[in-house]
């Protein structure tokens, strides 16, 4: 293209030199003309200087006389003339100095038939001037100017053929940039073409890829909605199932409680009444074993209970039927800040619901948990010593609504960023109340609304919750 | 407390442990009413409505169901029992169950149950329930007297 530019310019400067020489050429044809003119006028001039001298000599009539001498003055003019017109040309000049020296030399031949004249030796003139004639002056003279003459129309010659290259190359520089111009117009839309092409082709495919990845991202959330269906229903069916021997664990735990307790009774009385009989086997047994066998049990189990609900609560959670409705987020979140407020008010934290939150069409319940868990671990999870802030935003972007949770508390290591969704998993340290259901909770929910959740935090700086869903939801 | 032999109890319980827990407690409570315990919903339902000895052609009784068992689900006895046809329809049902699910119970009541207890691994709970059922055994006297 540069190249292009570059050549339509060059062919540009040599059209402007072929006008400026076009031009030129028209002044050498003037200056021809004139120099030929003046060399035709010189030697006119001469014949009627010749031709007056002759009358004079004849009729000696003083008209005549004048009439040469103005003549001759006006020779003189005309030679100037040229000499002017052909300074520059040293071969003119050379010839021009000839024709001076010839025409001073048919001059001076003039005055002295003329002074012959003059003096009244009329008869003596004539001779002279036979004399004179014979040896035919003129003649050189005229060739000499003739000579002149032909330089100068060479010399147009010579600068017509320039003229003509020159107009040849203005020709052909004209096509040239003619064609160039073409050339570069085709080239011009050849590449705009291609870039329109391209542009179509590169549309096309991003619409293609579009249209494809909204497809996998509608089969891949289908996907995590069956599987987290089928978990949601083994989490039912192995909760269920397990919380059965456990109450067999547990009850009969708390019998073997009450028959120790009455084992042990006996052998304070028997300690009392035969202290004989009482091994010290038997009393470790009745006081320390036993007891503490059955508050193992106890704990475990009671622990092994409350994660067995967990999961039934999760499970629950999971085949909740969905309700979509319009939602008015800001006003929800609101809800939900209120319904922690002594929570908030006693950690000494400000949660702000930053305005305005989109509004989607969503399930109320579901919305609320989501929100609820994860303002609740922010209030829970403060760094001590600092302030608690916590802002609840979000926007709207494509179909989907963005909601975030964002905290200045303790933060969570990156290391376990994927952890905490898993359930009964936690981060950090173990210094708050909880069995790790809440994240997984959230996670699982999302899931089933077809969005994700995701987390920003580093340790100590914080943590920030991401919530994307579908602006709105869809229950298939 | 004269008439209290004649109230049975019928247990339907597949678990035997949950069983003997729930005996166990009953007898705690001074309860010696006569217990009949069954492990599958076959036999049970044979029993309550065409054994001889059953409470359909002899006397009142007590029906503690568990809803998971293994032929059938505890709701299809309780539908049986408290159908509009059924002979026991008046007999209280307390339904026992590891469940807590607010549908679950919800669906119990809505087909007639009479109460509903969820078994706790907090024995001291279940074993309270369990014995809050004397209160039962003197309500149920008032039909076998009209009878």
Wanted: hydrophobic share 45%; proline share 4%.
């Amino acid at each position: 293209m540069i190249l292009g530019f570059a050549a339509l310019a060059i062919t540009g400067l040599v059209a402007v030199r072929a006008f400026q020489a076009a031009r030129d050429h028209q002044r050498w044809l003037v200056h021809t003309y004139q120099v030929s003119g003046a060399i035709t006028r010189s030697g006119e001039l001469l014949e009627r200087a010749e031709n007056t001298r002759r009358g004079y000599m004849l009729t000696r009539s003083p008209v005549a006389r004048a009439t040469y001498d103005r003549t001759v003055s006006e020779v003189a003019d005309a030679l100037g003339r040229v000499g002017r017109l052909t300074v520059d040309n040293p071969r003119q000049k050379r010839t021009l100095s000839e024709v001076r020296t010839r025409v001073a030399a048919v001059l001076a031949e003039e005055a002295a038939t003329n002074a012959l004249a003059d003096a009244g030796r009329q008869d003596q003139a004539v001779a002279l001037f036979r004399r004179q004639a014979a040896a035919l002056p003129f003649v050189p003279l005229r060739n000499a100017l003739s000579h002149l003459n032909a330089e100068e129309v060479r010399l147009l010659g010579e600068r017509a053929a320039q003229v003509q290259a020159a107009v040849r190359r203005l020709t052909i520089a004209s096509t040239g940039v003619a064609a160039l111009v073409v050339l570069l117009a085709l080239l011009s839309l050849a590449i705009v073409l291609r870039y329109a092409n391209d542009l179509t082709r590169k549309d096309a495919a991003l619409r293609d890829l579009n249209d494809t990845l909204e497809d996998q991202v509608a089969e891949r959330t289908a996907e995590l909605a069956r599987a987290n269906d089928e978990i949601q229903r083994f989490a039912y069916i192995v909760s269920h199932d397990l919380r059965s021997p456990l109450v067999n664990v547990m009850g009969f735990t708390a019998e073997v409680e009450a028959a120790a307790r009455s084992l042990a009774e006996m052998v304070d009385r028997a300690e009392q009444h035969a202290p004989d009989i009482v091994t010290k086997e038997a009393r470790l047994a009745a006081r320390e074993d036993l007891p503490e066998a059955v508050g193992f049990i106890r704990t475990s189990t009671q622990k092994m209970d409350r994660l067995i609900n967990a999961i039934l609560q999760l499970s629950r959670q999971g085949r909740r039927v969905l309700t979509p409705e319009p939602l008015d987020v800001a006003a929800l979140a609101d809800g939900v800040v209120r319904s922690m407020q002594q929570n908030i008010d006693g950690a000494g934290t400000e949660v702000i619901v930053q305005r305005p939150l989109p509004d989607m069409t969503g399930d109320r319940v579901s919305m609320e948990q989501l929100l609820s868990n994860l303002v609740e671990n922010a209030v829970k999870y403060l760094q001590p010593g600092r302030p608690g802030r916590i802002v609840v935003s979000g926007h709207e972007a494509r179909g989907r609504v963005h909601l975030a949770v964002e905290d200045n508390g303790r933060g969570i290591a990156p290391a376990d960023h994927q952890r905490i969704f898993d359930l009964f998993r936690r981060s950090g340290a173990q210094d708050r109340p909880g069995e790790g259901i809440g994240l997984a909770h959230v996670r699982a929910l999302v899931y089933r609304l077809g969005g994700t959740v995701d987390v920003r935090s580093e340790l100590g700086q914080g943590a920030t919750f991401l919530l994307n869903l579908p602006k709105s939801l869809d229950i298939a | 407390m004269t008439n209290h032999q004649s109230v049975g109890i019928v247990m339907i319980e597949d678990d035997e442990g949950h069983a003997r827990l729930i005996e166990k407690n009953i007898r705690r409570a001074g309860i010696s009413n006569d217990i009949r315990h069954f492990t599958d919903g076959t036999r049970a339902l044979q029993y309550l409505f065409d054994d001889a000895q059953g409470p359909a052609q002899n006397g009142p009784a007590l029906v503690l169901l568990d809803l998971n068992l293994p032929d059938m689900s505890g709701t299809d006895i309780l539908t049986r029992i408290k159908a509009e046809s059924s002979p026991l329809k008046r007999t209280p049902v307390v339904v026992l169950t590891t469940t807590d699910d607010a549908r679950e119970i919800q669906r119990c009541y809505d087909l007639g149950c009479n109460v509903y207890i969820t078994k706790p691994v907090n024995y001291e709970n279940f074993a309270d329930a369990i014995r809050q059922l004397g209160l039962f055994l003197s309500v149920i006297q008032v039909p076998e007297v009209e009878a």
